[in-house]
């Protein structure tokens, strides 16, 4: 008895220093993952960049042919080239080039003159609204289709949507557009078919008007959610803690809601983040058939003019916008799981 | 597993959607052949006509048969597809096999590049670069086969990686065979099955990219056909005629849908699971 109770208090001892250091703080540990973030984040930024950057650099395209005309002389050309500083070795001019970027000047057009930066945000709230419409369709209805099926297991429901989601999946957004404006303008009219009204001067017809883009957009996403959500939640279910819980006599609906579909969405959420570049790029085609000036038409507009700062501007605030969703896709999966602060 | 090409027909959907493939193939190679009129040939007496013995399929603004059009322009949106498809697999699996082998820094620097294309929206570059390095569609698909090729680099690196460490490379490595060897005759096969199923695939994004560049009039001159430029046209006389853009729309899914079906098909066959993101991920950090 005696032997047994000095004998004890040396066990803590032993293992105390060994493991108060191991123990993270929750401060530190989100600190470590901003650094990892960062490590990662920053060079593909920079790559991005000067990838953007080679492509205008080399593009043979230069503002003095366009600004001077036909009958601009060798001497001209070389004159306004070096007013604009473009006989200076590429990779300074990257730098130079950078360095406006970081602090948000992306140039001005070669054609009109008017600053890149001030053009994409007059149009980025068109792009802003119809995809964040997109997106808010993607997870509402492929939230309740992967639900829906995950929870009907085996069923017909659950058959009906994987073919629905295969279906839907193979179906190009502008194919979906031009179907969707057959049906819904043509056919029954019930919607107009182009065009943009701000939602602060009238809000339903905003609705109205974003909503057949948005519809368009978001299928590839309802799909992916869909598919993605169902895996995860069948694979979550089948875990030792849900027997656990069953057996402790939660409710079905409490398991699902709080436990089952907080760990099986994480297939689901990194997929949300990569649907974001396709997103920009569907904006392309869809904003020039439904007649929007967004963001998408801008750039497509931009590039077949060879209005180099423009292309390279709007490929740069694409390249921000995915990049900072990836980062808010990773920090809710770390959020949801903590498990996935180790996996990044 | 190997896929083969009797298990694939053994599937009903791998059947299907071989055989709509190959079919779609002959008539791009044999259709300007098959074609009943000159894709080019204006007609001012039939403009905007629907289907009828003389159109099969109508006519399009200026009288041109649309038929005659859809399979002249099979040829251009399918070779546009492949090439996408074959620069991506070049400049995918290429670094793929060799991240495996030439180590830490490479594989670093391999993955960094395949994160920053990834970043890249895939319409936005193709319309950039086609529009600043030549109107063309080769340079379009160039682009997009940058785009794809990280796809094919993670599918190899995840089949490689298990190979690379196993006793038989090592035993192969002992006997004095050169890495060349040891890759082609032992890595290779195991890459084979996730290589054919991205293909697969990517065919099918890249056709839908192609489509979409041609329906916006990039990368191709105006009175040559094409799936996306119909479609575009098609638009345009909507009120006319609202049925114009189903059959150029319904070839365009259905070879989409039948890249995926058989992409889907390989996998099954050949037991390919697609590599999570977030694993090769963690795999690079450890």
Known sequence: MTATLTTVPEIPTAIAPDRAPRRRRPGLALLAWLGRTLAVTVPVFLLATLVTFLLGAFSGLSPAGQLLGDAATPDDVARVNAQLGLDRPVLVQYVDWLGHVVRGDLGTSWLNGVGVAEQIGQRLEVSLSVAGFALVIGVVAGTALGVLAAVRQGSWIDRAVTVFCTLISTLPPFVVSIGLIVVFCVLFPLFPSAGYVSPTEDLSAWITLITLPAIALSLDAVSDIARQLRTGLVAAQRENYVVGLVVRGLPPRRILLRHVLRNGSGPALSVLGLRVPMLIGGAVVTESIFGMAGFGRFAADGAVRGDVPVVQGTLVVAIVVVLLFNLLVNAALVRLRPAAQRGL | ?286
């Open chain 2, 1 to 286: 597993m190997r896929p083969r090409l009797s298990s694939v027909l053994r599937h009903r959907v791998g059947a299907v959607s071989v055989t709509f493939l190959v079919l779609v193939a002959v008539l791009a190679v044999i259709g300007p052949w098959l074609a009943p009129y000159d894709p080019l040939q204006q007609n001012q007496d039939a403009l905007l006509q629907g289907p009828s013995p003389d159109h099969l399929l109508g006519t399009d603004n200026l009288g041109r048969d649309e038929l005659s059009r859809l399979l002249a322009g099979s040829r251009l949106s399918l070779l546009a597809a492949l090439e996408a498809g074959v620069v991506g697999l070049v400049l995918g699996t290429v670094p793929g096999l060799l991240s495996v082998y030439l180590g830490r820094v490479f594989e670093w620097a391999t993955l960094r590049v395949m994160d920053a294309f990834v970043t890249l929206p895939f319409l936005v570059f193709a319309v950039a670069m086609t529009a600043l390095l030549g109107n063309g569609l080769t340079q379009a698909m160039l682009a997009v086969g940058i785009l794809v090729s990280p796809a094919f680099y993670r599918v190899t690196r995840a089949a490689a990686f298990p190979v690379a460490g196993s006793q038989y490379v090592e035993a192969a490595r002992l006997t004095g065979a050169p890495a060349w060897f040891v890759l082609a005759r032992h890595v290779w096969p195991k890459v084979l099955p996730a290589v054919a199923v991205t293909t697969a695939a990517t065919l099918g994004s890249s056709l839908v990219i192609v489509s979409s560049l041609t329906f916006l009039g990039i990368g191709i001159r105006p009175p040559e056909p094409t799936w996306g430029g119909m479609l575009a046209t098609s638009l345009e006389y909507l009120f006319q005629r609202p049925t114009a853009p189903l059959a150029p729309a319904l070839l365009v899914i259905l070879t989409v849908g039948a890249c995926n079906g058989l992409a889907d098909t390989l996998r099954d066959v050949s037991g390919v699971r697609a590599p999570s993101l977030r694993k090769e991920k963690a795999r690079a950090a450890a």
